[in-house]
C-alpha cells in the first residue's frame, strides 16, 4: 500500500511539474515603427507615445478592455451637480504610485497645476484652459495664484473640477493620458529628466518602467502597486523600436517578436491569406496631409483646392497603402452617431472625389495666379521617417507634379525633428492626421480654431471659432450636432489640410497573445492582456 502510495504521489508530481513546465512565459514583445518624442503625460501628445502612456498610467476614468466602453478607473465613483458644471470625484481608497508610496486626490491637482505652467510646454493645455474655471487667467499670469482655478482636493480621496460651462463629453476627455497624475516628488527631483530614467519614471498604471533603452526599447514589467493588480497578467512587456518595417516583419515572422505596430503594405494581403495574425479594429481618425496656411502658396485657399483636387485616392488606397479605407473629403472622421445619424452622413464632398479631378484642379491652381503651373515655387513635401507613409509621399508627388506641371521636392525626417518643424511652422505640406483622443467632433474641430496649441496648420476662420466655440458647452445633443456639422462643413470647404482617407486601426498580433483591447483612438490597452498555451 505504501508504495501504491508513494508511485501516485510521485505520478503526481511528475504531472504537476510537467503543467508547470507547460505554463506559457508572460510576456510580449510589440515593435513600433517610431520612437515617441516624449512619455511624459502632461506633456506630448504624439501618438507613438501612446502604448506606453495607456499601460503604465490611468486617469480618473479609463476603457474596459472587453468592449471599449467607458469605466471608472482610479475613481470609483463620481458626481456631477445639476447645472454640470462641478464634476466630483471619489478615489479608490488605498491607491499608491508604483514606488509604494501614497497616491492621493492631491497628485490630480499637482498634475493640472503642472499643465498650466508655461514652462511644461503641455501639448493638450487648451483641454485645461478652455473648460476649467479660472485655468487660462492662470496660465497667462501663475502669480495670481492657484485657488482662483476651480480645481481643488478637499481631502485624499476627493478631487474636484469645476468648468466654465456644461460639457457634456467631459468625462471622455479625461480619458486622455493628460489627465493622468503625476508624482510631485519624482519630478522635482528630476525635472525633465524624469522621463529619462526607470527608477524615476514612477507611474500609477497596470505596468511600470523597468528599462528605458533610448533608441532602443521601453521595457514595461507588472505594477505591484496597482489597486487592480490581480487582472494583470503580462510580466512584461518590451516596446522596441524597429523603423524598418521589412525587418520588424522578419522578426514578427520568425517568432523574434509577438506584435508589431505597422503593416508593410506590400505583405498585407499575404498576411491576411495566411491568417498570420492581422487585426483590423474600427478607427475614428483620418489620414491628411497639413496645409502650412500661414505660408505662401498655401495661404491661397484656391491653391489648397487645387492640390485636393488633383489627388487619385483610390490609387493610393488600393495601390499603395493596400489596407481598408475609405477616401476622405474631409478632415473630420465619420463615428459619431446621435440618433441613428452619424455627422457625416450628409456632409459636403467639397468638390473631392475619389480619383483625380485633373481639369478642375487646373482651374483652381489659374484662378489661384498659376495658369498651367507657371511661376508657381517649387515647394516641400514632408513626411516623418516610415516606409509606408514614404511610399504614400512619393505617390502623391508624382500625381501633383503631373497635374499641375510643378516642382515638388520630398523631405524626411525621424519623428522628433518632424515635429518640431510641424509646430514651428517650418514646412510647406507635411504629413499629418489624426486619431481622435475620444469619440466626439470636438477632438478634430479643436485642431483647426484659432491659437488652439495643436492648431499646426495656422488656419483661422472667425466664423468656424464661433461655432466650435457654441457648440463646446451645448447641453442640447441634437443641437449641438446641428452645430458642430455647420462648422465642418465652413472648415472642410476651405482646405485646411488634404484629406487621404479614413482609416481603420491595422497592427499585426500572434494569436497565442489575447485579452488586450485596440480603442478607436487606437490605444492598446494591455491591462488584461496574456499568452495562450
Not at 122 to 144: L, M, R
Not at 288 to 307: G, H, I, S, T
Amino acid at each position: 500500500m505504501k508504495k501504491f502510495l508513494c508511485l501516485m504521489l510521485c505520478l503526481a508530481m511528475v504531472l504537476m511539474l510537467s503543467f508547470a513546465m507547460a505554463e506559457p512565459v508572460q510576456e510580449i514583445t510589440y515593435a513600433l515603427s517610431n520612437e515617441p518624442d516624449g512619455i511624459d503625460p502632461g506633456v506630448t501628445n504624439n501618438s507613438f507615445a501612446s502604448p506606453i502612456l495607456n499601460n503604465a498610467f490611468e486617469g480618473l476614468v479609463t476603457y474596459s478592455t472587453e468592449d471599449g466602453s467607458m469605466i471608472p478607473g482610479e475613481a470609483e465613483s463620481w458626481t456631477i451637480s445639476d447645472d454640470g458644471l462641478t464634476y466630483t470625484f471619489t478615489l479608490r481608497e488605498g491607491l499608491k504610485w508604483s514606488d509604494g508610496t501614497a497616491h492621493t486626490a492631491q497628485d490630480y491637482v499637482y498634475a493640472m497645476q503642472r499643465i498650466l505652467n508655461p514652462d511644461t510646454a503641455a501639448k493638450y493645455v487648451d483641454f485645461v484652459t478652455g473648460y476649467v474655471v479660472g485655468a487660462a487667467e492662470y496660465y497667462a499670469d501663475n502669480s495670481i495664484g492657484f485657488d482662483t482655478v476651480g480645481i481643488s482636493a478637499p481631502d485624499d480621496r476627493t478631487f474636484v473640477m469645476q468648468l466654465i460651462a456644461p460639457a457634456p463629453y467631459w468625462l471622455d476627455i479625461l480619458t486622455m493620458w493628460t489627465f493622468c497624475p503625476v508624482q510631485e516628488a519624482t519630478v522635482a527631483a528630476n525635472g525633465e529628466r524624469w522621463t529619462a530614467s526607470a527608477d524615476a519614471y514612477v507611474s500609477n498604471g497596470p505596468f511600470m518602467m523597468s528599462e528605458i533603452n533610448m533608441g532602443e526599447s521601453f521595457v514595461l514589467v507588472k505594477n505591484p502597486n496597482y489597486y487592480d493588480a490581480d487582472k494583470v497578467k503580462l510580466d512584461k512587456i518590451t516596446f522596441r523600436f524597429i523603423p524598418d518595417l521589412g525587418t520588424s516583419l522578419m522578426a514578427y515572422e520568425n517568432g523574434n517578436i509577438d506584435g508589431m505596430s505597422s503593416v508593410p503594405t506590400t505583405d498585407m494581403a499575404r498576411l491576411k491569406a495566411e491568417d498570420a495574425g492581422v487585426v483590423l479594429t474600427p478607427s475614428y481618425g483620418t489620414v491628411w496631409y497639413d496645409f502650412n496656411c500661414a505660408k505662401a502658396p498655401f495661404d491661397n485657399v484656391l491653391v489648397r483646392k487645387a492640390f485636393c483636387l488633383a489627388i487619385d485616392r483610390t490609387a493610393i488606397i488600393e495601390d499603395v497603402v493596400q489596407t481598408e479605407a475609405t477616401p476622405a473629403y474631409s478632415f473630420m472622421a465619420p463615428g459619431y452617431v446621435v440618433g441613428g445619424a452619424d455627422l457625416m452622413d450628409t456632409a459636403s464632398d467639397n468638390d473631392l472625389s475619389d480619383e483625380a479631378d485633373v481639369e478642375a484642379a487646373q482651374a483652381a491652381l489659374a484662378e489661384a495666379g498659376y495658369p498651367n503651373g507657371e511661376g508657381f515655387p517649387e515647394i516641400t513635401l514632408s513626411y516623418y521617417s516610415n516606409e509606408t507613409v514614404g511610399k504614400v509621399v512619393e505617390a502623391m508627388a508624382r500625381q501633383l507634379q503631373d497635374a499641375l506641371n510643378i516642382k515638388i521636392k520630398i523631405s524626411n525626417a525621424d519623428w522628433a525633428v518632424y515635429y518640431d518643424d510641424i509646430l514651428a511652422g517650418n514646412y510647406d505640406i507635411g504629413a499629418m492626421g489624426w486619431s481622435g483622443d475620444f469619440v466626439h467632433p470636438m477632438t478634430f474641430l479643436l485642431l483647426f480654431k484659432t491659437g488652439d496649441a495643436n492648431n499646426n496648420v495656422f488656419y483661422s476662420n472667425a466664423d468656424y471659432d464661433a461655432l466650435v466655440s457654441q457648440a463646446a458647452n451645448m447641453t442640447d445633443t441634437d443641437a449641438a450636432f446641428s452645430v458642430m456639422r455647420e462648422a465642418e462643413a465652413i472648415a472642410a470647404a476651405e482646405y485646411p489640410v488634404l484629406p487621404l482617407y479614413y482609416k481603420a486601426n491595422t497592427m499585426l498580433m500572434h494569436k497565442y497573445v489575447t485579452g488586450y483591447f485596440v480603442t478607436p483612438s487606437n490605444a492598446l490597452l494591455l491591462k488584461t492582456a496574456y499568452v495562450a498555451e
